[in-house]
């Protein structure tokens, strides 16, 4: 799904003075690796080798009630959950997720 920052304003006028530069934000499914606090390493397709790490300062993401199964660096079977992750296309591009 994208989105557009501007959706998120709730109808905010600006005026010509303002600077609005619109983002288009990105909504994926993935499975959450691990969460640092600052950072998650997550994957879309479970597999832990091929998860990136998304800074989340620049990001949103919300929890689901779906869990999968999942493969570690080491080949051992985990269950991780899904999380739904709201990312900027920017950076989608730059983790090559899109």
Do not use: C
């Amino acid at each position: 799904m994208t989105r557009d920052l501007f959706d998120t304003m709730n109808g905010h006028s600006f005026d010509d003075d303002d600077k609005v530069e619109r983002v288009k934000l990105h909504d994926f499914e993935m499975v959450l690796h691990y969460d640092t606090g600052r950072a998650i390493l997550v994957s879309d397709t479970g597999e832990e080798v091929r998860a990136v790490w998304l800074p989340k300062s620049k990001i949103e993401f919300h929890p689901g009630s779906k869990q999968v199964s999942a493969v570690k660096k080491d080949g051992q079977r985990v269950t991780l959950p899904v999380v739904t992750v709201t990312i900027p296309e920017w950076l989608a591009k730059e983790k090559g997720l899109i």
